[in-house]
């Protein structure tokens, strides 16, 4: 599975940005798709990629964090193979690199990023207040 997010950028906060997460490779048909993100820091780990969104890829069920709730929308679209990340109301605290990711999660979701093994480039986004 390759997955290339794109979309970040620079925004004021209290506005919007929606990022995208072009998917190939093979079938999502038992995979579940999140988008994670790592604020800037000097000790970034991959352990610290907090999770943002996810969604089963077949029932459509979405999983929020709770510090986005209400205010980020994940969707896939299955014809065109992509995941998107629609995020409005943002603060300075949602400045960070975003990442997609793709697992084979039988849960559902997950919350660890450790249940996902197939990421994407990451794309940053800052919110400027």
């Known amino acids: 599975v390759q997955l290339q997010a794109s979309g970040g950028g620079l925004v004021q906060a209290g506005g919007s940005v929606r990022l995208s997460c072009a998917v190939s490779?093979?079938?999502?048909?038992?995979?579940?798709l999140g988008w994670f993100r790592q604020a800037p820091g000097k000790d970034r780990e991959f352990v610290d990629r907090e999770f943002v969104a996810a969604i089963a890829w077949n029932a459509g069920y979405r999983y929020y964090s709770d510090s986005v709730q209400g205010r980020f929308t994940i969707s896939r679209d299955t014809a065109e193979n992509t995941v998107s990340l629609q995020m409005d109301s943002l603060t300075p605290d949602d400045t960070a690199v975003y990442y997609c990711a793709a697992g084979p999660v039988a849960s559902g979701y997950s919350t660890s990023p450790f249940s996902y093994d197939h990421w994407g480039q990451g794309t940053q986004v800052t919110v400027s207040s």
């Open positions: 490779g093979r079938s999502l048909s038992r995979y579940t």
